[in-house]
Each structure stands twice: as C-alpha cells, then as structure tokens.
C-alpha cells in the first residue's frame, strides 16, 4: 500500500518516463536542455535586478535565483552527455560539437570553473551586497560563455 | 568595458532572449517546463537510488539532486503563469487547466505543501539515512501528485 503510493507519487513527477541515470539518448539531451533553460531563466532573474534595473533589487529572490543556479551547476549534468547523444536522438535537437566528447579534459576543466563561479554566486548572494552580485555574475556568465564558445554550434 | 564583458557573460547564458521577469507567454511556458522537466530527473536519481537499487546509494548524489529540488520549489515559478500562459503560445504547448488560474487561494495551497515537503526532503538528504529520505521523497512526489491530479491535463 505505502509502496504503491510511492509509485504513483513517483509518476506524478514523470518518473514513468525514463527519468533516470539511464536514461535514453532523447531523454538526456531534453534533461540537459531543461536544465540549462531553467538556469538561464534564473540568470536573467539576476541580470534583471543587478544590470538592467537596479531599483528593482530584491535579495530573497536574487538568492532563491543563485540557489538555483549553484544548485544545477552541481547536479552532475555530465550524466545526460550519454552515449548517444553527441547528435539530434528522436525529437530532441542539440547543439553540441563532435569536440565536447573528444576532450574530455577540457570539458571537465570548463566544468569545474563553471561549479566554481556558480557556487561563490551562491555565497555572494546571501550576502545581498548587489555590486558584488553584479561583478560575481559576470564572473558566472563568462564561465558559461567559455564553455558555449568552445563547444556549442551556434545555430 | 567591463559592462560590454557582461552583457557578453549574459547572452551566453541566453539571455539575450527575453529570459526575465517579463519574458513573453511563449517563453514562460517554456521555463516552466523546463524547470519540471529538470526536477524530475533530480526526483528520478532519488528513486534509483532509494526505491529501484538501493545497493546504489550515494549520499553526495541524493543531497545534489534534493537541493536542485528544493531550489526549484523555491524559485518563484508562479511568475511563469502570467497573462497568455493558460493556454499553448507559440511552439510550446501547456497542459496546465484552466482552473489552475481561477483558484488561486488553491494553487497556492498546494504550492506551499509542495514547497515544504522539498524543503524536508533536502534537509533530510543530508542525514544521507536512505530510509528517511525514501519515506520524504514519497512525501515530496504525492505533493506533485497533488497539484497534478487538480490542474494538470491528462493528455
């Protein structure tokens, strides 16, 4: 009884569609698209309150929004770059070069950058110091713009 | 300078396209999915590892995938139900009821039992017990479940 209402709490949350570390190809790519969607929503948060209109600040949400992002950058994404999925798999298109699976090394070096900005964003955001936010998320949006730079086609 | 190096850092992160408080209904559809499509492969990792294969247990694994759980629940996606969501826009399409957006007092129920029950199930990961975090996580999915069940279309 408690198990199946495990179960069908579990599908609830769409986990009768493959949502796991075995996922299928087209599952991984819509993940790791949902994920970056996601955080860009929550980097534009940030940008809104800090860049675009200041007077506008709110530290709670600029925090929930660094939660978010610290949160991604450390939820182990390099899962769903599967076998795969280095080309378009059922209806999901993505956008990643040949490049990204052939230097692994890179990849992990612009990973732990990425983790590592997104975290200080994170610690910076508590603090509700918004200049320092602004500078930190510079320091965030170019540890993602390295890795497109590098290893995303543009189109 | 330095503002030409974060408006850069920012379009990296895709927010050159209207990803912010105000993006339009195509778009807040678009992050709202994203941002459960995405929990649920965090709610999917849990599972493996607490209900599917307990043998595959990681505690720093279901601590990550609980924060972006609780992250999420604590982002403020209420913002992407704005004017023009209710129904598809776009290329994307939604499920959402219309009665979602004529009960508010209710959606609000609901998203406060959600957002308690993901704020359990992260502080209970970090104990890494794995049967305390199986019975909050069956917590946390009927939670979805709950919301689903009243505002979500089957099809």
Redesign the interface.
């Known amino acids: 009884m408690?198990f199946n209402?495990?179960l069908?709490?579990?599908?609830?949350?769409?986990?009768a569609t493959?949502?796991?570390?075995q996922?299928k190809p087209e599952d991984q790519i819509?993940?790791r698209?949902?994920?970056?969607?996601?955080?860009?929503?929550?980097?534009?948060?940030i940008?809104?309150q800090v860049?675009?209109n200041p007077s506008s600040f709110n530290k709670d949400?600029v925090a929930?929004?660094a939660?978010?992002i610290?949160?991604?950058a450390?939820?182990?994404m390099g899962a769903?770059y599967g076998p795969g999925t280095e080309k378009d798999a059922g209806s999901q298109k993505t956008r990643v070069k040949a490049e990204f699976f052939q230097q692994p090394d890179e990849v992990k070096k612009l990973a732990v950058a990425f983790i590592k900005e997104a975290n200080e964003l994170q610690k910076v955001a508590t603090t509700g110091d918004a200049a320092a936010i602004?500078a930190q998320?510079?320091?965030?949006?170019?540890s993602?713009?390295a890795c497109?730079?590098k290893f995303r086609k543009d189109d």
């Not at 698209?33 to 948060?45: H, I, Q, T, V």
């Not at 998320?137 to 170019?142: A, H, L, V, Y």
Request: overall charge positive; glycine content about 12%.
């Open positions: 408690k209402k495990l069908l709490a579990a599908v609830a949350c769409g986990l493959g949502a796991n570390a996922a819509k993940f698209k949902a994920g970056y969607a996601f955080m860009s929503w929550n980097m534009g948060k940008k809104a860049v675009d949400q929930a929004a939660n978010l610290a949160a991604t450390n939820s182990g769903l602004k998320f510079g320091k965030t949006g170019e993602c713009k497109h730079d």
